[in-house]
């Protein structure tokens, strides 16, 4: 599975930025997919994930401001990123769970996106 992430940019505080994720490969052996974001000297961390079937889970930071979504037929994962504020600025990556067989041999990994910059100015 490759992902590949778009949509980060430079927001005033306040704004909106709408992420996204395409994934290729063996779509159909992804499982629950998610954001997660690293700032300048500090460690990744989660922002928010989606299951197969749509449940949602955010980090307290993001609560009520940010939504994940995901589109399994088209093999996308959105963040929508409202009330954005100077310390949500980091490159956001998006992962996804993937499980499943290979000529009958169970397999698992976790695939990263290659990270977009999202910059948020007070």
């Known amino acids: 599975v490759q992902l590949q992430a778009s949509g980060g940019g430079l927001v005033q505080a306040g704004g909106s930025l709408r992420l996204s994720c395409a994934a290729s490969?063996?779509?159909?052996?992804?499982?629950?997919m998610s954001w997660y974001r690293q700032a300048p000297g500090k460690q990744r961390e989660l922002v928010a994930t989606?299951?197969?079937?749509?449940?949602?889970n955010y980090a307290d930071s993001v609560k009520g401001r940010f939504t994940i979504s995901r589109d399994n037929a088209k093999n996308t994962m959105d963040l929508q990123m409202n009330s954005l504020k100077p310390e949500d600025t980091a490159v956001y990556y998006c992962?996804?769970?993937?499980?499943?067989?290979?000529?009958?041999?169970?397999?698992?990994?976790?695939?990263w996106g290659q990270g977009t910059l999202v910059t948020v100015s007070s």
């Open positions: 992962n996804a769970d993937v499980l499943g067989y290979t000529e009958h041999v169970p397999y698992a990994l976790n695939a």
């Open positions: 490969g063996r779509t159909n052996d992804i499982r629950s």
């Open positions: 989606i299951s197969s079937g749509g449940t949602t």
